[in-house]
């Protein structure tokens, strides 16, 4: 007799490929051409193996199943997709599918059925082999069951910047707008650059404990499918090798052979397919950093008020700040790949808006006290 925690595991993998078969028959109504419209048939066709399989499991352990209409969220999706078109509902299934992947090899780690692990293994393949459909025709080759994304230090440096120069600009603004003497502007300034730098690098510092971590999780399901799922990873890296402009035979032998070292297998793949490298600063290195650059963002606010008093150093402050957000959009448009005017732009309003929200809020405030 199974427990109800096996039979909820159980019953939502049924639900899933259930959703997936409905789902890939929508995609097939809505095809761009006679090709795929056959190929999303084929994975449905394929879902509905594996619907059988979970209801023939659930049989064998006496458990029956009444409802196997497809789900709200599934019925949903595929309204979206008619609005959105195709390439919205096979971006969907791509991330199901990865999903699946992922939810398989868990299942297939953590079971002590012989009868669950072998189900969970077939399925898994099942479902990396949709998904490598499903990239062959949107024109992608990372496997998207992975995460693969990656900061940078000269990127913490930039949003540490950024957040420090923002945080602290509206602080100062609201003390202004309480009309606070000169000196306990700049005291709360600097209290506020210290409290945003620490918590900044402490955040900076986790995150890239959380990326190292990542990076160690994505490695070892790699090692795990290439363990379990050998044909499907010599097709992979077959296919890696023809994408850098190789024959599709001498791709194919040369994965063959390259299959025969699991262990440069690994490191191959999570560079080329994942675009993952092992961390190379520390995390208590990429937390100072992090944190220092958050302090120079933030003490630009502050700055003229170690040599001015009155309305000059507030309007230098302004000044300097304004510049400066629009100088720190500019530069965050490397990163995000839009304009440069248009992202310095968008940085000075925003940094336009927590100042006027900033003094706003301070003078209610010395109003309500006083």
Same mark, same amino acid.
């Given at each position: 007799?199974?427990?109800?925690?096996?039979?909820?595991?159980?019953?939502?993998?049924?639900?899933?490929?259930?959703?997936?078969?409905?789902?890939?028959?929508?995609?097939?109504?809505?095809?761009?051409?006679?090709?795929?419209?056959?190929?999303?048939?084929?994975?449905?066709?394929?879902?509905?193996?594996?619907?059988?399989?979970?209801?023939?499991?659930?049989?064998?352990?006496?458990?029956?199943?009444?409802?196997?209409?497809?789900?709200?969220?599934?019925?949903?999706?595929?309204?979206?997709?008619?609005?959105?078109?195709?390439?919205?509902?096979?971006?969907?299934? /791509?991330?199901?599918?990865?999903?699946?992947?992922?939810?398989?090899?868990? /299942?297939?780690?953590?079971?002590?059925?012989?009868?669950?692990?072998?189900?969970?293994?077939?399925?898994?393949?099942?479902?990396?082999?949709?998904?490598?459909?499903?990239?062959?025709?949107?024109?992608?080759?990372?496997?998207?069951?992975?995460?693969?994304?990656?900061?940078?230090?000269?990127?913490?440096?930039?949003?540490?910047?950024?957040? !420090?120069?923002?945080?602290?600009?509206?602080?100062?603004?609201?003390?202004?707008?309480?009309?606070?003497?000169?000196?306990?502007?700049?005291?709360?300034?600097?209290?506020?650059?210290?409290?945003?730098?620490?918590?900044?690098?402490?955040?900076?510092?986790?995150?890239?404990?959380?990326?190292?971590?990542?990076?160690?999780?994505?490695?070892?399901?790699?090692?795990?499918?290439?363990?379990?799922?050998?044909?499907?990873?010599?097709?992979?890296?077959?296919?890696?090798?023809?994408?850098?402009?190789?024959?599709?035979?001498?791709?194919?032998?040369?994965?063959?052979?390259?299959?025969?070292?699991?262990?440069?297998?690994?490191?191959?793949?999570?560079?080329?397919?994942?675009?993952?490298?092992?961390?190379?600063?520390?995390?208590?290195?990429?937390?100072?950093?992090?944190?220092?650059?958050?302090?120079? !963002?933030?003490?630009?606010?502050?700055?003229?008020?170690?040599?001015?008093?009155?309305?000059?150093?507030?309007?230098?402050?302004?000044?300097?700040?304004?510049?400066?957000?629009?100088?720190?959009?500019?530069?965050?448009?490397?990163?995000?790949?839009?304009?440069?005017?248009?992202?310095?732009?968008?940085?000075?309003?925003?940094?336009?808006?927590?100042?006027?929200?900033?003094?706003?809020?301070?003078?209610?405030?010395?109003?309500?006290?006083?």
């Amino acid at each position: 007799m199974i427990d109800n925690s096996t039979k909820s595991i159980w019953m939502n993998h049924l639900q899933d490929e259930i959703d997936a078969a409905f789902l890939y028959r929508t995609l097939a109504e809505l095809k761009i051409s006679e090709k795929r419209k056959n190929i999303y048939l084929q994975l449905a066709s394929v879902e509905d193996k594996h619907t059988k399989a979970w209801k023939d499991l659930l049989a064998q352990n006496n458990i029956s199943v009444s409802d196997t209409t497809p789900s709200f969220k599934a019925k949903m999706i595929a309204k979206l997709s008619k609005k959105f078109g195709p390439g919205f509902l096979s971006q969907m299934m /791509l991330k199901e599918e990865s999903t699946e992947v992922k939810s398989y090899i868990n /299942l297939y780690e953590s079971s002590n059925s012989d009868q669950t692990k072998d189900i969970a293994l077939r399925l898994a393949r099942d479902s990396a082999g949709h998904a490598n459909q499903l990239m062959t025709t949107s024109g992608t080759t990372e496997e998207p069951w992975h995460n693969s994304e990656s900061g940078g230090m000269l990127r913490n440096v930039v949003y540490g910047f950024n957040d !420090g120069l923002t945080a602290n600009f509206g602080l100062i603004a609201g003390i202004i707008g309480a009309s606070a003497a000169p000196h306990v502007i700049l005291i709360s300034g600097i209290a506020g650059m210290l409290a945003d730098s620490l918590s900044m690098g402490a955040s900076g510092y986790l995150a890239a404990v959380s990326e190292k971590e990542v990076y160690e999780h994505e490695r070892k399901m790699e090692a795990e499918e290439i363990k379990l799922m050998p044909e499907l990873e010599t097709e992979e890296l077959a296919l890696i090798y023809e994408a850098k402009g190789m024959h599709k035979d001498e791709a194919r032998k040369l994965a063959e052979n390259a299959m025969q070292n699991p262990t440069q297998v690994l490191e191959d793949k999570v560079r080329e397919e994942l675009g993952m490298v092992p961390q190379l600063q520390s995390p208590f290195k990429e937390g100072w950093v992090t944190g220092l650059s958050t302090a120079f !963002g933030a003490i630009i606010p502050i700055l003229p008020f170690f040599f001015f008093d009155g309305a000059l150093s507030i309007w230098l402050s302004f000044i300097i700040s304004m510049l400066t957000h629009f100088a720190v959009g500019a530069a965050r448009s490397f990163f995000t790949g839009r304009g440069i005017f248009r992202s310095g732009f968008d940085m000075f309003i925003v940094g336009f808006g927590v100042a006027a929200i900033g003094y706003v809020i301070g003078d209610l405030i010395l109003k309500f006290l006083l």
